[in-house]
């Protein structure tokens, strides 16, 4: 049997590419029997970049939320907080005091601030950089083997974190017993990487991203806003070089794609090729987004799913933490 775990930070809004880059498929394989899923909340993550109490907490409760309200199933899945699972820092002690400074020196998230400082002229190499951002990489290792994680499915710029997760677990296995599972690291090639209203990958940090839950009518402005060149209706257009058909071919079946491509081709205005995005993306969402307003204004129900799933996690990480503890020489004298 194979387990997938994969985590989000808590630190923005969904967008429609975290949706159909990482919730929509994650939420259809964990319907494969043959898979256990591991879904979390990755809020000690959150800490690493963002001081801001009210943003984390909003964020925590939107994405739990978009994930209840998208339909995933928390008795088959395990869906939780990352800190109502006090074993996670817990195991992120034993593993930092089995990582090599070395290791760390080399990890991108902390090299991108060191290079940007040396930019800047700062004098301190180190300015803007904790003990959290510097040891990200050891809390994501104790994540994924927390669980012994067979699959991590996560965007390109997390395989460094996997190789390390790996590394760190090997040497821990080395010295301590084969207690840890060697994660395999999932880049989906076939999941969609969505533009965003620029063309560049949809992402927080580039602030052009389409919130998942907009209300209808602020949904329709924001696709109306995905940039497109000036050819006027009538003229042919280029499928191939087009956000809007990026886009559309995310949410569109192969028949609707195929049906926008001639459209595309007899000359489609634009505002009109964007009235159908936007029927095809609210008809998807409609239901969820439904269940999301429900979900969002009785808290004490997402509150309750995540103490379930914190409770069901730790049937697991309880017995494995107190193992791996004896295994170190942490246990009982008598
Ligand atoms: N660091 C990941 C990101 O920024 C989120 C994350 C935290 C994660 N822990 C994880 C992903 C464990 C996969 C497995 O995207």
Request: include cysteine.
């Amino acid at each position: 049997m194979s387990t997938v775990l994969t985590g989000i930070t808590t630190t923005g809004s969904p967008h429609l590419g975290n949706y159909v880059g990482a919730i929509k498929p994650a939420i259809q394989r964990s319907k494969d029997s043959g898979m256990k899923s591991y879904f979390f909340l990755a809020d000690h993550h959150a800490l690493i970049k963002c001081w801001e109490p009210e943003r984390i907490a909003q964020s925590t409760k939107e994405i739990a939320a978009t994930w209840l309200a998208l339909g995933l199933d928390t008795d088959q899945a395990y869906f939780y907080r990352q800190s109502d699972i006090p074993e996670i820092p817990e195991l992120t002690w034993l593993l930092t005091c089995m990582t090599a400074k070395g290791l760390m020196n080399r990890s991108h998230a902390y090299k991108a601030q060191v290079d940007e400082n040396s930019k800047t002229g700062e004098d301190d190499p180190d300015k803007g950089v904790t003990m959290g951002l510097f040891s990200y990489p050891v809390l994501m290792s104790a994540d994924i083997l927390m669980f012994n994680a067979s699959e991590v499915p996560v965007g390109k710029d997390q395989t460094q974190h996997l190789e390390m997760a790996r590394d760190i677990g090997a040497r821990f296995n080395h010295h301590f017993g084969e207690h840890f599972v060697m994660p395999k690291t999932i880049v989906d090639d076939n999941v969609a990487v969505l533009p965003g209203l620029d063309g560049r990958k949809m992402s927080k940090s580039y602030n052009n991203t389409i919130p998942l839950w907009l209300p209808e009518k602020k949904l329709r402005k924001h696709i109306m806003k995905i940039k497109t060149n000036s050819l006027e209706p009538g003229e042919p257009k280029d499928p191939n070089d087009s956000f809007v058909f990026d886009i559309f071919k995310a949410f569109a079946n192969e028949q609707q794609i195929n049906e926008m491509k001639s459209e595309f081709v007899n000359g489609i205005a634009w505002g009109t090729a964007k009235q159908q995005l936007f029927e095809m993306i609210n008809t998807e969402l409609q239901v969820a987004r439904e269940k999301y307003e429900e979900l969002m204004n009785n808290p004490d129900i997402i509150e309750a799913e995540l103490q379930k799933g914190a409770a069901r996690a730790r049937e697991y990480a309880t017995p494995f933490l107190a193992k791996l503890k004896a295994a170190v020489g942490i246990r009982s004298i008598s």
